[in-house]
Structures are given as structure tokens and as C-alpha cells.
Nanobody, 113 residues
Framework: QVQLVESGGGLVQAGGSLRLSCAAS????????MGWYRQAPGKQREFVAS??????NYADSVKDRFTVSRDNAKNTVSLQMNSLKREDTAIYYC????????WGQGTRVTVSS
């Protein structure tokens, strides 16, 4: 297993940017699949982005605006979010498949108009 801690959430105006980080408690070199989900108020948790040793994947709603990356030396996964919209408001959760899913506690992102 691995413990994950997210940071970087906050309040931002529509059109702005935020960068979320997820710090793992151990080396992520052996963890192939990591990424982000989010849960908006009153909605189910939904996939945002994932990154493996071979590829990245994005939800259609964030494609071309969000970029997921990982730094194996620092044991972190990041999510750069640009051109934020009100509908991006949610709690963002980092995950790792090790092989069972491990989740962070989440970081809140609020986008105001």
C-alpha cells in the first residue's frame, strides 16, 4: 500500500490556473497507474486524468486544459489545471493502483465566476 497526500487546492477565478500535487509515502517507481478523480457537490466521483509509464489519459471535459505528470524522483504526481471553469469545482482525489486502489484525502478546488 501507499499513503497519498494532496495539496494545492484553493479558490480561483474562472479562467485561472491551479496546480495540484500528490505526495506518496514511498517510491512510485513500481506503481504503474496513478492519477486523479474528482467529486463535485451532489455528484459521483468521476475520472479526471491518469498517467502510466506508457501514456496519459484525460476525461473529455478536461482534455486540452489539464495536464497530468509524475516525478518518480520526488514520488509525486501533479495536475496542472488551466482555463478553469465553474464546473471544475470539486474535491480532487489522487489515486494509485498498487494493485488495489489507494486514495488520498482530497483537496478542494473552488472556481468562482
Amino acid at each position: 500500500q501507499v499513503q497519498l497526500v494532496e495539496s494545492g487546492g484553493g479558490l480561483v477565478q474562472a479562467g485561472g490556473s491551479l496546480r495540484l500535487s500528490c505526495a506518496a509515502s514511498r517510491s512510485i517507481l513500481s506503481i504503474n497507474a496513478m492519477g486523479w478523480y474528482r467529486q463535485a457537490p451532489g455528484k459521483q466521483r468521476e475520472f479526471v486524468a491518469s498517467i502510466s509509464s506508457l501514456s496519459t489519459n484525460y476525461a473529455d471535459s478536461v482534455k486540452d486544459r489539464f495536464t497530468v505528470s509524475r516525478d518518480n524522483a520526488k514520488n509525486t504526481v501533479s495536475l496542472q489545471m488551466n482555463s478553469l471553469k465553474r464546473e471544475d469545482t470539486a474535491i480532487y482525489y489522487c489515486y494509485a493502483r498498487v494493485p488495489n486502489l489507494s486514495w488520498g484525502q482530497g483537496t478542494r478546488v473552488t472556481v468562482s465566476s
